[in-house]
């Protein structure tokens, strides 16, 4: 799906034409429906960046899923404000084949967008072919490391530093000593979330009793979509005993934080700090976030491009370099928050080296 600035979307085949249309009279007004490649609200005061226009290309969820894309979202609109860049969007769809997001890709890179960047590990193999088609536009894909084309920045995280932060919260905060992880898809990048958070709760408490529970299984990349299936994980966890609840499972996380709130329990959120962006109903149930700072990544990159300083391969946003860290909006970890910056200080120094697996 093809989704302009205000939200709009576009779908099916109309959807390149359109899309090239809009790259060929470089953005302004359009007809209903149809992509806009101009600045966001509020941008038109931002410096001019020589006409770079920038093309994104979500994972399943896209912008407005509370967590990971949004993240990504907000170094895009960053771009936009500070940089002056103009942007198209496009999402991904539930169980589409990969030709689609090569397509989607593709769609980017020949209509004059770049660079591209592509948001989550599943582009990883459709980056490859596109990137390689395309040797003259720089590529950015976060959450991969396996492509190694001249053209290709990839953007990591050390997630499972920060999900050893919070692992360390909810052992702290937990009273009945038994907390759950909810997976949204069982790869070895959440696997980094879980190893991360258990390596944590046991530094805390080292016989506490971790659930675990991953959604959906490879190739069903569902498990990052389905809130109902991620309230249905959460809600046998706390029939279990548990009394907090982490979810690495992205828009699926909405209905972990459900079944916290139906069970008077407490639920951490993922990559964006949810307290602030959940539903208003069930934020109050969520202590803190993992901060997974794709924004500032995604917002680096670009900066980089801009400048004509892109660099290929890997660049890692850690701990020490704050690429993360935990929240702490509404106060609700501020009685534990020098333990858990000790942990902090000890991890940035190499004291404590956290598991990926």
Do not use: H, W
Not at 113 to 118: C, D, L, M
Not at 194 to 209: L, M, R, S, T, Y
Not at 266 to 293: E, F, N, R, W, Y
Request: net charge negative.
């Amino acid at each position: 799906m093809l989704r302009n600035r205000f939200g709009k979307v576009v779908a099916g085949a109309a959807a390149g034409a359109m899309l090239l249309a809009a790259a060929a009279c470089g953005g302004g007004d359009t007809t209903e429906g149809a992509p806009s490649a101009a600045p966001a609200d509020g941008a038109s005061s931002a410096p001019a960046a020589s006409g770079v226009k920038v093309g994104l290309a979500y994972d399943i969820g896209g912008r407005g899923d509370q967590s990971f894309n949004d993240s990504a979202a907000a170094g895009l609109d960053k771009a936009v404000a500070e940089l002056g860049v103009e942007i198209n969007e496009l999402e991904a769809g539930n169980g589409e084949a990969e030709s689609a997001k090569e397509e989607r890709l593709r769609l980017l890179a020949s209509g004059g967008f770049n660079p591209v960047i592509a948001v989550g590990f599943a582009y990883s193999a459709s980056v490859a072919k596109v990137a390689a088609e395309f040797p003259d536009t720089k590529f950015a894909i976060v959450d991969d490391e396996a492509n190694k084309l001249p053209n290709v920045s990839n953007l990591v995280f050390a997630e499972e530093q920060g999900s050893f932060l919070v692992g360390a919260a909810a052992a702290l905060k937990s009273t009945k000593g038994n907390v759950g992880f909810v997976g949204g898809v069982e790869v070895p990048l959440i696997k980094k979330f879980q190893a991360g958070f258990e390596a944590g709760a046991k530094a805390v408490k080292p016989d506490i009793k971790i659930q675990a529970k991953y959604l959906t299984q490879p190739p069903d990349f569902s498990g990052f979509g389905d809130p109902a299936k991620g309230k249905t994980a959460a809600e046998g966890m706390f029939d279990a005993g548990a009394d907090v609840v982490y979810q690495a499972a992205g828009g699926s996380g909405a209905g972990v934080f459900e079944a916290a709130k139906a069970a008077g329990g407490m639920a951490i959120g993922v990559d964006s700090d949810q307290a602030k962006t959940a539903d208003p109903t069930v934020a109050d149930v969520i202590i803190t976030s993992m901060l997974k700072k794709v924004d500032v990544a995604v917002f680096d990159f670009i900066k980089s491009f801009t400048t004509n300083s892109v660099v290929a391969g890997s660049k890692v946003y850690d701990l020490k370099a704050g690429g993360v860290d935990y929240s702490t909006t509404g106060g609700k970890v501020d009685d534990i928050k020098t333990q858990l910056d000790e942990y902090k200080a000890k991890i940035s120094s190499g004291e404590i080296t956290v598991p990926k697996e």
